[in-house]
């Protein structure tokens, strides 16, 4: 299982202990060493102090093969992290030259002028390896003391991102070879409820060991981490699918995806396949249907568009609700979500139509409480129809559940039929 | 300036050493406890292993004199966090009877079945005070070692915070009183860049003390986060005050509001005031604009809704912009923004109207290249018109920018004109 690098993550900034920010560099870097196959020991978030610093240095140095220092080293930092680490890796610091002229010719391109604090961020340890920073100006640097390697990064995410994407972990793989990488694999479940799920797969979860099988669930949704170790990712790889298969076996009905696809994407997905247009009518969830369509690349050949028909003008004007169903049924009604759904198609020229009629709170409308919703849907050919739900929740949060709920509907109809 | 309590927060959990989540738990407290006057000096991420957490443990209650420890104490959890801070604390654990109904009580409640797993959290820390959780069942715990207070809380974000609010920082109010509060203010800019925004500050900003002035830049809005510390929350209050108004003096004209208000917070503001309705005709941004407006608790007094004309056709026949327009000047013009403008008022009885064409990208619309909007404005009487603009990025930030500066010409337009 390779050599077992201890790694740990050192945060430096004020701002950090201040709750101003989250600590999101920790978690990416993170989850990429658990890809390479090095494990994380500690995180650890810290202030400009001298002692601290030189403190927590300290004990890095001697409980960590790797440790990655992001952030301090700006140009408005105090650099108490540069002399602090100078003397627990008994490196002295210099004004690397060419660093200077990279920094000046970063400014010079930019427009910038430069200030005199920004001289600070050419400071480098002496036997540095200096990792270039292509989308900033501060470099990270690379050096090793005894048996532990360091890698300073700037605490700007986007540029820590790129210069260990480029840099720093090709430079980790290269000082510590032959890691035991592990495969990830997510499973997305749509229409089973996180209890039925782990009731279906109770034997499996209380036997696993790898792939750990890890269940999940977030707004009106069920995953499944499959996280598997071995010699090889190949062979990682290998372990997770065996485990896989055998959730698949049970409850690959509602499986809709992995990883990062979303229902939304899946929907997408059948409406490009089956060749079909969608439009929708929002009242209460105004427009989130369709913006998270759009959201998507070439939703063009699937979205004509839609209707945010908040107000009631709107749904008998521009839509059409025959004014017989508003006064018979309310615009809170199946009758006025079956209508919503099939004007929205008529008139936006599209193969299928959804739409969105209810409260989202927190007051009640037409007698109705907050977190009804009626979701209409026609498609080409079928007999409309409409359903009621109730969901739970905040406002954005009843908004939020009746479009996912909407994505559902349609997903499950385009899949099981045979259109 | 009080005692100058030192604290420090340790989140113990595998899925944060993972990068499988980002440790916002540490980030809530900080923030709430340097609003009580606290001072955060350290945050450490650990895995459940006995031996890293009785030493990290024992660090604390060297250094620190609050301890607050997240996670590690669920059912699921291995209980190397409860075995370890048993050792350190030197307090044998009991089950605890009262606790236990508690849980089996929630269980009930729930129509759960409880699994033996459950009874691990009814294990208690001898001489602790419990910190009753409302909203789950696992409880909070509060103990005293030497001259530090250990308090423990579950993982689960929701949990955390319900019990820290209701229990955990009156405990620590109580145990360390007379603290210095910080008093923090943001003040929220638009139509005014960030390095326009530093020059004009440039001598406040070099001779900042207390409060601190923090410029900070985000999604094409600049802010400034004023943060000050004193003997009182009045006193503290006053600091910031001051700068304040040095600030607003110089660039005054450029703040739209403060601390958790958005742009799209103001507009609705204003439009209520002026009794203004407003409909929007969307094409690239997919309904963004309206569902940004629609997510405001009263928005229906103000928003009758909106067409995403995603489509040509529903640009040409729902919103009838002249098909002689979109053959001269093309969808992505400023002809066709200001026909969709006016149209999307008239049709949606509204008495603005705002639209937005152009190209999201990642590919170029009729010789355009992505980045570049069309944003179209009617007010009732006006003359109407449209603005050309370019946004960089990829196809999520061109769409959140084109609407961003929707909103942002709104504001300028509604809070200059005299309507």
Known sequence: MGNGVKAEIIAVGTELLLGQISNTNAQWISEQLALHGVNVFHHSVIGDNYERLTSLFSLAQDRSDLVIVTGGLGPTDDDMTREAASEILEKPIYEDAETMRNI??????NSFTMSPNNRKQARIFEGADILVNDVG?????????????????????????????HQGFPYIQQTFPNQSPIFSRMLRFIGIGESQLEHDLKDLIAAQQNPTIAPLASNGEVAIRLTAKAESEAKAKELVQVTEQQIYERVGDY????????IDQSVFELLKEKQFTI?????LTGGQFVERLVTLKGASSVCNGGVVCYAKSVKENLLEVPKLIISHYGTVSEACAVSMAVNVAEKLDSNIGISFTGVAGPDEVEGHTAGTVFIGIYIDGESPFAKRFYFNGDRDMVRTKAVKKGYELLYHHLKQKNH
Chains 1, 2 share one sequence.
């Open 104 to 109: 000046e010719a970063y400014y010079e391109k």
């Open 137 to 165: 100006m501060a470099p990270g640097m690379a050096i090793q003391k005894n048996d532990t390697l360091w890698i300073f990064l700037p605490g700007v995410p986007r540029e820590m991102k790129a210069i260990m994407q």
């Open 255 to 262: 499986v809709y995806g992995y990883d990062d696809d979303s």
């Open 279 to 283: 439009s929708a009518a929002e009242s």
